[in-house]
């Protein structure tokens, strides 16, 4: 293995998200939830292994300190999304979802359900956090089920196991229950392995609603929101903001099977939806 494969070990970062569609797929009982190791390809596998490995206090701090500056650029919703579609998988032949397609299916299968503007927005703009990719980190400091770092990790996590190369579960501090956090004390106030969805939600958090900002910051959180773990952590505001990111889930999951939206057609309605809640231009 070379040095780009051992850091890339997916071929897409489509891999991971259809990973976590395939482990919560609708006819599975909660107990195939469990079982996902027969679902897992060595790349997923070795991806996760890579990121329970490396996504230490330390690593996310140090993150959050590059990226949260926000000083990457001026960018609208729409180039960062036709900079995010530059990540083809030329690897896959039979991938040709892009990127914003797999958005405006999302978006899409939300607004066919007759749910509010920003709730469709949320859909079309959750995953523009990947463009951290196009920055040159790595697919485990992108994508990947998000956990809490600094304090014991849930075995509602998939591939737990994974965790005692973290050298942060040798730290005692980090692997009691509430950690360095105090109990209840709210989601604001953890800091979430990095990656795409705390990325984007900095980025998009002034112009919209909080239920949105819910959405996009913790889509990928599903120890927490599949799952019922960690609820040691959040108050009562984040239970009752939940129910949307439980809402949003099974839009994210399964809208992939669904028509390929007619990007032309629908632009229109995306222009002006965008431009209700953003300014022309966002800091990336
Ligand atoms: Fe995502
Ligand atoms: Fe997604």
Known sequence: MNTSQSVQPMQSLDEWDDFVAVRYRQDKTEDQFRDYSTDANPGVTEFYRQNHAQQTVEFVLAARTEFLKLNRGKKSIWEAAEYLNTLVD??????????????????????????????????FIHDLGKVLCLYGQPQWAVVGDTFPVG??????????????????SKVPEYQSLYGIYEPRCGLDNVYLSWGHDEYVFNVTKNYLPEPAQYILRYHSFYAA???????????????????????????????????????????????????????????W
């Open 90 to 123: 030329d690897s896959d032949p039979d991938t040709d979802l892009s990127q914003i397609e797999h958005l405006l299916q999302t978006s899409e299968a939300i607004r066919k359900d007759g749910h509010p503007r920003w709730f469709v927005l949320s859909g």
């Open 151 to 168: 304090c014991a990790y849930s075995d509602q996590i998939v591939f737990p196991e994974f965790f005692e190369a973290n050298p942060d």
């Open 225 to 283: 929101h599949k799952h019922g773990a960690y609820r040691h952590l959040m108050n009562e505001h984040d239970e009752q903001m939940f129910e949307w990111v439980k809402k949003f889930n099974p839009y994210d999951l399964y809208s992939k099977g669904a028509d390929r939206p007619n990007f032309k057609e629908v632009k229109p309605y995306y222009e002006d939806l965008v431009a209700e809640f953003f300014p022309a231009q966002l800091d």
